[in-house]
């Protein structure tokens, strides 16, 4: 039996379940790695933007069922809202069992604060124009596939993966601009409210980088996605780290046996029948 790494917060973001880009098994693979005392849902984990009631496999059922094993097991579920399912905001501050759904949470970590949230609230083509931020969310999910089939030609001969999307963000000014300006914003505003951390997710580029100006210091934090990175963070020994589903060495942990041998109707029924805990806990802001 495989020991599973236990961590006191596992955060992921930008996941688009329901979209051809998401890479629910090696998501899933992941999760069933670890053992968090909170998991974090920075955002974006189901695409109700671009839901299809023809595309919703197995694969990314069975991410839902195990998030929510998580929390009838005792880890604290959070749900922080982003708007490819900001359907959700209007259930904000709702519980149920140890899942939690909020807009923003702060967290004292070890004598430090700690502030969530997704980051869609700084990009102005989505307060501004949201029809426009839609279809660019087509084009890149369309991006991402096209990608796909690139890789597995790539795959066959050989050769090494390749990121389009990496590749046209890193070549437009526009785009470095826009991720630059974006951290700067985050960043000023956790250092201005005294925050000693700031997680985003968002713009899918996973980092971890120490800022500083005139009035203090804050760590930016950003989980990344996994459409293209397949990165997470992880909070443990007071220390934050990126984890990266490429460059881990560790032996592969695969799906549950009780899902994977779940057809779809019984996977959904699972889903659907909300368990409760095992074991009530009072809820902690404070990790000791």
């Known amino acids: 039996m495989k020991i599973k790494r236990k961590v006191e917060i596992a955060v ?3 996941v688009h379940l329901g979209t051809y880009g998401c890479h629910a098994k090696q998501l899933l693979t992941y999760l069933n790695s670890i053992e968090p005392k909170k998991l974090i849902l920075n955002g974006d984990i189901v695409d109700i933007w671009q839901f299809k009631k023809r595309y919703f496999p ?3 059922l069975s991410v839902i069922k195990k998030i929510m094993d ?3 097991n005792g880890t604290e579920v959070i749900y922080i809202t982003g708007n490819h399912d900001e359907m959700l905001r209007k259930f904000a501050d709702t519980e149920i069992g140890n ?3 909020v807009n923003k949470l702060v967290l004292e970590l070890d004598g430090k604060r700690a502030w969530f949230f997704h980051g869609d609230v700084f990009d102005i083509s989505i307060q ?3 029809w426009l931020a839609k279809l660019g969310g087509w084009g890149y999910d369309f991006l991402i596939l096209i990608n796909q089939v690139v890789n597995w030609c790539s795959d066959k001969l050989g ?4 990121s389009l999307s990496q590749k046209i963000k890193k070549s437009v000014k526009g785009a470095v601009k826009y991720i630059n300006d974006f951290e700067k914003v985050a960043t000023d505003l956790a250092i201005e409210n005294g925050y000693d951390y700031v997680i985003c997710g968002h713009i899918h580029q996973p980092k971890m980088l120490q800022v500083g100006n005139k009035r203090g210091k804050t760590m930016y934090l950003n989980s990344g996605d996994w459409v293209e ?3 997470a963070l992880e909070y443990q020994f007071k220390r934050w780290k990126i984890y990266n589903y490429n460059k881990d060495k560790l032996s592969a942990f695969y799906a549950d046996e009780d899902i994977k041998d779940m057809n779809m109707n019984d996977l959904i029924a699972a889903i659907t029948i909300v368990e409760q805990p095992k074991s ?3 809820k902690k802001d404070k990790l000791k």
């Open 128 to 130: 501004n124009a949201k």
């Open 159 to 162: 050769k090494e993966r390749y």
């Open 229 to 231: 990175n397949f990165t």
């Open 280 to 282: 009530k806990k009072k």
């Open 58 to 60: 197995k694969s990314h």
């Open 70 to 72: 998580f929390a009838a």
């Open 99 to 101: 899942i939690s759904i």
């Open 12 to 14: 992921i973001s930008d």
